[in-house]
């Protein structure tokens, strides 16, 4: 059973700056492509960022490009969203999934259930 878990979330002012990160069991961490996906009040949830298996390829909403980066160690099966230039719009629950890139989104797979998520709460 493959878990994921998010951590890292918390309440910054506008501007500011997080790091997420996200922890995940099993042996084929090293060959999912990995999203970031946020759900916020009242909203389904969305398309954050996604990296290939190696890290080379990374792709991001058009909401977060030049602000987000997303990353991974596969050695220490955990892959990280570094959140700079925060605005009040990117406050919302952050998970981690596996998934599949079409058309430069990220699209979640079944390979795990979705985790808890972590809060990120950005003030004006």
């Known amino acids: 059973q493959v878990q994921l878990v998010e951590s890292g979330g918390g309440l910054v002012q506008a501007g500011g700056s997080l790091r997420l990160s996200c922890a995940a069991s099993?042996?084929?961490?090293?060959?999912?492509?990995m999203g970031w996906f946020r759900q916020a009040p009242g909203n389904e949830r969305e398309f954050v960022a996604a990296?290939?298996?190696?890290?080379?390829?990374?792709y991001y909403a058009d909401s977060v490009k030049g602000r987000f980066t997303i990353s991974r160690d596969n050695a220490k099966k955990l892959m990280y969203l570094q959140m700079k230039n925060l605005k009040p719009e990117d406050t919302a629950v952050y998970y981690c999934?596996?998934?599949?890139?079409?058309?430069?989104?990220?699209?979640?797979?079944?390979?795990?259930?979705w985790g808890q998520g972590t809060q990120v709460t950005v003030s004006s």
């Open positions: 999934k596996p998934c599949s890139v079409v058309a430069n989104i990220g699209l979640p797979t079944r390979t795990a259930d």
């Open positions: 099993g042996r084929s961490f090293s060959s999912w492509t």
């Open positions: 990296i290939s298996w190696s890290g080379e390829n990374t």
